[in-house]
């Protein structure tokens, strides 16, 4: 089984920013494109930004446009979601997933993770 670890939550204020790192247990990063999802208390869960394999290819819910950004840094087997300009409605758990022969996008959008971390909370508050 893969497994996924989650770090760098917490509570930030409004206009804050927050890096959260996901990093794998008994795998090599690289091999699988990583998204990111995140689940509110009564909602679905949101993928709200996944990359590929190579990091040369992302995706972005339109609700972080313009604030959050995926990166991968292949030296050290991590992705990041680097958050800015956190708003109340972004309080979320995030996890990271991953999913065998799919891209960024579909994991996003369409067929969603088979893989997941435990999740790390991020409260946006005053």
């Known amino acids: 089984q893969l497994q996924l670890v989650e770090s760098g939550g917490g509570l930030v204020q409004p206009g804050g920013s927050l890096r959260l790192s996901c990093a794998p247990s008994?795998?090599?990063?690289?091999?699988?494109?990583i998204g990111w999802f995140r689940q509110a208390p009564g909602k679905e869960r949101e993928g709200v930004s996944c990359i590929s394999r190579t990091g040369g290819s992302t995706y972005y819910a339109d609700s972080v446009k313009g604030r959050f950004t995926i990166s991968r840094d292949i030296a050290k087997n991590t992705v990041y979601l680097q958050m800015n300009g956190l708003k109340p409605e972004d309080t979320a758990v995030y996890y990271c997933a991953t999913r065998r022969r799919a891209t960024a996008r579909d994991i996003c959008t369409t067929e969603g993770g088979a893989y997941w971390g435990q999740g790390t909370q991020v409260t946006v508050s005053s």
């Open positions: 008994g795998f090599t990063l690289d091999y699988y494109a």
